[in-house]
């Protein structure tokens, strides 16, 4: 029998159960809307016929340019989930737990080394924790740690840390007058982007390290610490410069200077000219009767 073409008669009722059955078994258990279309009866040129998605819902395609020539509606884009997976959520609520019952330094680093909700520990060598002066004005916030980081359990020790260490003396800073950290205290496998799931987990362990240090001027090293910290999906080059405001530091609110990270400027020398004007713009509010 040939059935490349459409069947001559209809479906018996033995066959078209076969058929609904098969659709089951594949999984198609829902149907497109409530009541069938003949598509055959649609006129060609007419806008084709789709079921609204329920609400909240983003559409799952872009849409397609209308047949006649004139572009589709863009539909607006929805914001991201900020739900994470039940298990990593679980975790940066544990996380935010154990934060904010440490009331010291050395208790949140021990808290940190104790922590089992972030994957990224059993791959470093070391915990990440801080250098400086936690007594300092100025707190930097960097990124990730890097293999020499990682080595040696500091932030910003090599290349990058050494032009952080020229660009802070340009401006008569040195680590006895800063204290540093970064977003994450463990270096992802390979120098890897981290996961989001990974900076949620992370995230309040830098809250509480900003409310336990209480700086009075943060310096935001890379689009990942901007990001994180001002709640941004803002590029670094469109913040950098620009004087934000950290403001979830036990209701107290914090200047915030975003600038470019060490190690981009090491890919990008040129851009150096940017990072001396974001510091001396960093200086001028040092030097300031009063930098809060």
């Known amino acids: 029998m040939n059935r490349s073409g459409p069947p001559s008669l ?33 006129d060609e040129a007419a806008a084709p016929v ?13 849409p ?8 589709a509606p863009v539909q607006p884009r929805a914001a991201p989930p900020a739900a994470l997976p039940l298990d990593d959520a679980r975790a940066a609520e544990g996380a935010r737990a154990i934060a904010a019952a440490c009331k010291t330094l050395d208790e949140l680093r021990a808290a940190l080394e104790s922590f089992e909700g972030c994957p990224l520990r059993y791959t470093a060598k070391n915990l990440v924790f801080a250098d400086g002066n936690p007594k300092a004005r100025l707190m930097l916030i960097g ?3 890097g293999r020499d980081e990682d080595l040696q359990g500091l932030p910003f020790v090599g290349r990058a840390g ?28 390979g120098n890897r982007t981290p996961t989001p799931a990974e900076h949620a987990v992370c995230m309040p362990f830098v809250e509480r390290h900003i409310e336990l240090v209480a700086p009075e001027v943060l310096l935001l090293l890379g689009g990942v610490s901007a ?13 950098r410069g620009k004087w934000s405001t950290y403001n979830n530091c036990g209701g107290r609110d914090i200047p915030a200077l975003p600038t470019l990270h060490p190690a981009y400027l090491l890919r990008q020398p040129a851009q150096k000219r940017l990072a001396w004007r974001d510091l001396q713009s960093l ?10």
């Open 10 to 42: 209809p479906l018996a009722a033995d066959e078209a159960a076969a058929l609904l059955r098969f659709y089951v078994d594949a999984g198609v258990s829902e149907a497109l809307a409530e009541a069938p279309v003949d598509r055959y009866m649609l």
């Open 50 to 62: 789709v079921t609204a998605p329920p609400a909240g819902d983003e559409p799952r395609h872009s």
């Open 64 to 71: 397609r340019a209308d047949p006649r020539g004139a572009p």
């Open 143 to 145: 990124e990730a740690p």
């Open 162 to 189: 050494q032009l952080l260490d020229r660009m802070l003396a340009a401006i008569g800073l040195d680590r006895t007058s800063v204290y540093i950290v970064n977003t994450l205290p463990w270096r992802p496998p």
């Open 227 to 239: 990001k994180q910290l001002l709640h941004t999906d803002t590029g670094i080059t469109r913040l």
């Open 283 to 292: 200086q001028a509010r040092l030097e300031a009767p009063s930098a809060g």
